[in-house]
């Protein structure tokens, strides 16, 4: 027998049949993490994250945790998110998406008759506008680095309890609505309206049916949304500070009385803004 023939033999000794005998019982991975988020909340992935990802949409970690905005209308079921950690590890978990029972609005007697029956003329300045929204508060692949911390300012100083009508259906004079995307405060006419964070304008115009809106950038793919100013006193492209005043309270638009709209998107998502309003450890977790 030549060297090579010993060295064959040897060989298949050491490889051959390793790979056949490993236990059929032996389990195939750790048990997988996961969290439970309901329509329209956030959840989080704490310690370490450089990179998050879900479904096929990623973004970068804010301080190190990975937030998963769910949006309101996000079909509920199972889906998978990611992370990747600044030890260059990937992880991977399961979000256990839950439905949020949308609250019934039909609002009777609407006031401002031109959002009931809307003239063609509305409706193309409407559609118009909407455009314009449209990929500002839609998901990016590529964002500017975080400048808001969290949990996030109050749009007021002295913010009241919401009328809990995030996401809620809306009739109006019996005929169906969008669903509404933010959540109403009962603030009255005039009041100072803050940035809820650092961030820049990235619009500032009157619109149909927001009004005088606001919508500031605080990077990392978070937008707010302030509707139906009396005014506003910033501009497209000037940079805000948290608290900073940005205009004051007031009723244009499709409303039928003084109070603040506050909306968020985050990733294209658009969730509560309650939730950033508490305190993020408070967030669902994947654990
Ligand atoms: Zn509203």
């Known amino acids: 027998m030549n060297i090579f023939s010993l060295l064959t033999i040897l060989s298949f000794c050491l490889n051959g049949s390793g790979s056949e005998v490993q236990r ?30 879900f479904e096929k949409r990623v973004w970068p970690a804010v301080m190190g945790t990975c937030y998963y905005p769910v949006d309101m209308d996000m079909k509920s079921g199972s889906y998978t998110i990611s992370r990747r950690t600044t030890g260059g590890k990937l992880e991977t978990a399961q979000i256990i998406v839950t439905e949020t029972p949308c609250r019934q609005e039909d609002l009777k007697n609407f006031p401002k008759k031109e959002f009931v029956d809307v003239s063609a003329v509305n409706q193309a300045r409407a559609a118009k506008e909407a455009a314009v929204i449209g990929p500002l508060i839609g998901y990016k692949p590529s964002v500017r680095p975080a400048v808001f911390d969290l949990p996030v300012g109050k749009p007021v100083k002295n913010l009241p309890k919401g009328e809990g009508n ?11 609505r969008d669903r509404h995307t933010g959540q109403d405060y009962p603030v009255s006419v ?8 650092n961030g820049r304008v990235v619009l500032a115009a009157s619109h149909f049916y927001s009004g005088n809106a606001v919508y500031i950038d605080h990077g990392n793919g978070l937008i707010s949304e302030y509707f139906h100013l009396k005014g506003f006193s910033v501009k497209a492209d000037q940079t805000v500070t948290k608290g900073q005043r940005i205009g004051v ?8 009385g003084p109070h603040l709209h506050l909306g968020v998107r985050w990733h294209g998502a658009c969730i509560n803004p309650g939730f950033l ?3 993020p450890s408070d967030l669902p977790e994947v654990k």
């Open 24 to 53: 059929k019982d032996a389990p195939i991975s750790a048990p997988s993490k996961s969290v439970t988020v309901a329509q329209g909340e956030v959840g989080r992935w704490a310690g370490n994250c450089l990179r998050c990802s």
């Open 190 to 197: 005039g009041e100072p309206v803050l940035s809820v964070g």
């Open 166 to 176: 995030f996401g809620a259906c809306r009739t109006l004079d019996g005929q169906p």
């Open 249 to 256: 309270v007031g009723e244009t638009g499709r409303v039928t």
């Open 277 to 279: 309003l508490v305190d």
